[in-house]
Nanobody, 117 residues
Framework: QVQLVESGGGLVQAGGSLRLSCAYS????????MGWHRQAPGKQRELVAG???????KYADSVKGRFTISRDNAQNMVYLQMNNLRPEDTAVYYC???????????WGQGTQVTVSS
């Protein structure tokens, strides 16, 4: 099993920044990809950013140029730096992970990000 614990959410004004952190633990030797998903009220959960063990990243078009995902394999941490936040970024953000050959299968409890206009 893999445990994921997010931190760093909160309330911020439009144009501001937040940094989300995710600590992962447990059976992690075969974890490949880590990511951040979000879910806004009435909407489906969507992938915001992902990063593989090798460091390959991908982003949703809506956050490209504003968000940066990074990971520290030695510290078992994943980060999401969010700049120039917009009200439409308001959502619950979930840290997620998957093993080699799998889809996202492990989830944190989520952290609320609220961006006021």
């Amino acid at each position: 099993q893999v445990q994921l614990v997010e931190s760093g959410g909160g309330l911020v004004q439009a144009g501001g920044s937040l940094r989300l952190s995710c600590a992962y633990s447990g059976t992690i030797f075969n974890i490949n990809g880590m990511g951040w998903h979000r879910q806004a009220p009435g909407k489906q959960r969507e992938l915001v950013a992902g990063i593989t063990r090798a460091g390959t990243t991908k982003y949703a078009d809506s956050v490209k140029g504003r968000f940066t995902i990074s990971r520290d394999n030695a510290q078992n941490m994943v980060y999401l730096q969010m700049n120039n936040l917009r009200p439409e970024d308001t959502a619950v953000y979930y840290c997620s992970a998957y093993r080699f050959g799998r889809q996202y299968e492990y989830w944190g409890q989520g952290t609320q990000v609220t961006v006021s206009s």
